[in-house]
């Protein structure tokens, strides 16, 4: 026999606790991996021992997610083992496809399908065997996981260029379309996937399956558990069916339940098995039955109360439990284990309502009893509403001898009506439950194949090593893909923040301003190209030294109290203007603009310092204010007119004096006003060639009408700025009185 080390009662403990709160029972994993994998969640959260862990589960939720990730090692890929997919594509494929009738569809299950890459692999297979159109048609591929987050990955079937390596080239041209930089599996095929959560330990198996993937699952698991997982794949197969296992499974197939068609890669047939057992119950063979009565068929019975399709469980009148249809299994998690075992020990006893009581009374009163609308929670989401119906089974005598009880699912309709696709999908899996339920029957003599394994220590021990070190290398795989994929991240992150420095940099470069950047305690920590070529002094000189103590053209002490005045946030920004000399000895004027540095939280870092030469920028100010007072002044009259109405838009002092008008009513005002004797049409007429840019400037005579009626000869030139915003007209005017004094025709 198996030495068998004692149990660790905190670490099953935690089992227990995980299986009540989440329904995850993973008491048939082998213990020495379970337990390491434990044990690396423990130190990542902290922790160091199991109690304090179920603590943290208490108290942490989100855990649990973290927990299933660690404990089920989705370790896949495409094709993975392309040697057994040769295999299976050559031999198996075209056997399954040449076997199955045109009328009779091709069922394919992947158990443990993880992120969905075996399911998808087996599809193409089947595609390029049968052709795309005829395999939507006919193939159905049900592949399932306990990890949900896993099947979410799989529904999407989009994949990253790494995922994808282990595709043939012409399969990833045919069957993938790449979006961005991704690889999304064709559409068509992926319908006939079906994903969906299941426990091949617990749960009823999909049955009529043509060919059954379940590679690498096995290895995780006790003996004991793999003597009941195995009748539940063999049963899951059709007649002629085949079941595909991983490298590392070796010993796990050695049973009569299976033959080796090609033993190297893991490929069986189903050994069809002859034998069948009776309808579990005690009720049907013993108490309360007269042996003048023929009984009944009792493979009928069975198919009847599997069928009814309302949840059955018998008590016998010793309290123990004598049978339970495949509905009651269901729904109630009374599995074929419970056969013959005290009601009362059975969690339906008191959940979701004490039902000893009334099977108390029905033995008493020999009279149905009947409990409506009660709450059965399946887990933390899902609530049901039953009601269950207490009927006592009496003898000829008028004796009970056992009691029924009937189930009645009466949950709003509109519950179950969330997600179409996905109610069609779980209410064909639920058919196929039943239609397999008679089936499920058989496990219990199929657990006795157990006790041969027993037989086989010192195989079973060296078998153990080996799928123990298959398990370190599957871990191993894991981690270092997790390697890859953040060193990935990371140099992504390193090219971006490259990117935006170089960015940064040309910025900085390209600006025509000293850009300076000081910390809190005033060490420069930026000097642009500006700065440099201005103060004569580069980046890797001053960069880390103290801006106090700078020593360029420029008083810097000077802006010590704007410096401390933006620290301390009671200016959010300051300019000044400062004289200084470049570091050619020029002479200039520079704007200071400083402003503080923060980071996102608001905290100050920080100013930064914002340098122009405003030398050229003032002198031009200083120019155009000193030709602007020359010109006001000047004794010739000036007119600026709008070259569209030639209304007055400005005009100095010596056009106000002469004409007698002011400023403001010359601003109303327009020139034929002042011009006797001469039309808007006929000024436009003349200063057209002007406008149009025929000539630079138009020269004429006429008389101008002052104010009181004057009137004197005047010599106006015309010139026409029409870059300006808005375009101008200006009027030069020279008085021509004296000039017409001094002509001899001009005497009295």
């Known amino acids: ?77 495409f094709f993975r083992d392309e040697e057994a997919w040769e295999v299976l594509r050559t031999q198996v494929i075209p056997a399954i496809v040449a076997n199955a009738e045109d009328d ?57 260029p790494r995922d994808v390596e282990g595709v043939p080239a012409a399969l990833l041209e045919k069957y993938f379309e790449r979006t961005n930089n991704h690889y999304l599996f064709e559409r068509e095929l992926r319908k006939c996937v079906i994903f969906g959560r299941h426990n091949i330990v617990h749960d009823a198996p ?116 004598s ?67 207490v009927r006592p089974l009496q003898r000829a005598d008028g004796s009970p001898y056992a009691v029924l009880l009937t189930f009645h699912d009466h949950t709003r309709l509109h519950e179950m009506q969330r997600e179409l696709e996905a109610a069609q999908e779980n209410l064909e899996q639920s058919i196929e439950e039943l239609q397999s339920a008679n089936e499920e029957l058989e496990t219990t003599n199929e657990e006795l194949q157990s006790t041969n394994e027993e037989l086989e220590t010192t195989n079973e021990e060296l078998q153990s090593t080996n799928e123990e070190l298959e398990t370190l290398n599957e871990e191993a795989r894991s981690s270092n893909d997790e390697m890859e994929s953040v060193n990935e991240e990371l140099r992504i992150q390193g090219e971006q923040a490259a990117s935006y420095r170089l960015y940064l940099e040309s910025v900085l470069r390209a600006m025509n301003g000293g850009i300076i950047v000081i910390d809190a305690k005033h060490n420069i920590q930026s000097w642009n190209r500006w700065s440099e070529n201005t103060w004569g002094l580069r980046a890797e000189e001053v960069v880390g030294t103290s801006f106090d103590a700078l020593d360029i053209g420029l008083p810097l002490r000077d802006l010590r109290d704007a410096l401390s005045a933006i620290q301390d946030g009671s200016e959010e920004q300051i300019d000044r203007e400062m004289e200084g000399v470049d570091r050619r000895g020029r002479r200039i004027l520079c704007r200071v603009r400083m402003s503080p540095l923060s980071d996102e939280g608001g905290a100050g870092q920080g100013v ?14 200083d120019y155009a204010r000193h030709l602007g007072r020359i010109l006001g002044r000047a004794l010739n ?16 002092e010596g056009a106000q004096r002469k004409l007698g008008y002011t400023a403001r009513q010359l601003s109303q005002m ?38 009181e009626g004057r009137h004197y000869p005047a010599e106006i030139c015309m010139q026409y700025f029409g870059e300006e915003t808005p375009p101008i007209l200006v009027a030069i005017v020279h008085d021509t009185s004296d000039r017409q004094s001094l002509t001899p025709n001009g005497a009295n």
Not at 323 to 351: C, K, M, W
Not at 608 to 621: I, K, M
């Open 1 to 77: 026999m198996v030495e068998r080390t004692a149990p660790d009662p905190e670490f099953e403990a935690l089992l227990r606790y995980i299986q009540e709160s989440r329904g995850l029972d993973f008491r048939g994993y082998k213990r020495t991996s379970l337990r390491r994998r434990i044990t690396l969640r423990m130190e990542a959260v902290g922790v160091d021992n199991f109690g304090a862990y179920r603590s943290h589960l208490e108290a942490q939720p989100s855990e649990f997610d973290d927990l299933l990730n660690t404990v089920l090692i989705n370790v896949t890929s």
């Open 104 to 160: 009779r569809s091709i069922r394919v299950w992947s158990v443990g399908c993880a992120s969905g890459e075996e399911p998808y692999s087996i599809a193409m297979l089947f595609a390029e065997e049968m052709g795309t159109a005829d395999f939507c048609r006919r193939v159905k591929i049900y592949a399932t996981d306990l990890d949900e987050e896993a099947l979410k990955v799989a529904r999407l079937a989009t994949y990253s």
């Open 206 to 321: 999909i049955s009529r399956i043509d060919l059954l993937l379940c590679r690498n699952l096995l290895i995780y698991l006790e003996a004991e558990t793999q003597g009941v997982v195995l009748p539940r794949l063999h049963y899951a197969l059709n007649r002629e069916g085949y079941l595909f296992l991983g490298k590392a499974e070796t010993q796990l197939a050695r049973s009569a339940l299976f033959r080796p068609v090609e033993m190297k890669h893991r490929i069986f047939a189903k050994l069809p098995q002859e034998w069948r057992r009776p309808l579990a119950g005690a009720f049907m063979s013993g108490r309360g039955t007269r042996a003048e009565q023929p009984l009944a068929d009792v493979q009928l019975l069975q198919a009847v109360a599997n069928e009814i399709g309302t949840a059955l469980l018998v008590v016998d009148d010793n309290g123990l439990v």
């Open 323 to 389: 049978f339970a249809n495949t509905s009651a299994r269901h729904l109630l998690g009374v599995g074929e284990i419970d056969l013959g075992r005290p009601f009362q020990d059975l969690p339906i006893s008191y959940r979701p309502i004490e039902l000893r009581g009334p099977i108390d009374e029905a033995f008493r009163n020999r009279r149905g009893v009947r409990l409506d609308d009660q709450e059965y929670r399946l887990n933390q989401n899902e609530v049901m509403r039953l009601t269950i119906d």
């Open 608 to 621: 930064v310092l914002v340098f122009q030469d405003v030398t050229e920028e003032r002198t031009a100010e």
């Open 637 to 652: 009259e000036i007119y600026f007119l709008d070259p569209k109405t030639l209304r007055f838009t400005l005009t100095n």
């Open 670 to 707: 327009v020139l034929p006003d002042v011009l006797a004797g001469i039309s808007a049409g006929d000024l436009h007429a003349l200063f057209a060639p002007l406008v149009s840019g025929g000539q630079d400037e138009i020269v004429f005579e006429t008389m101008i009408q002052a104010a």
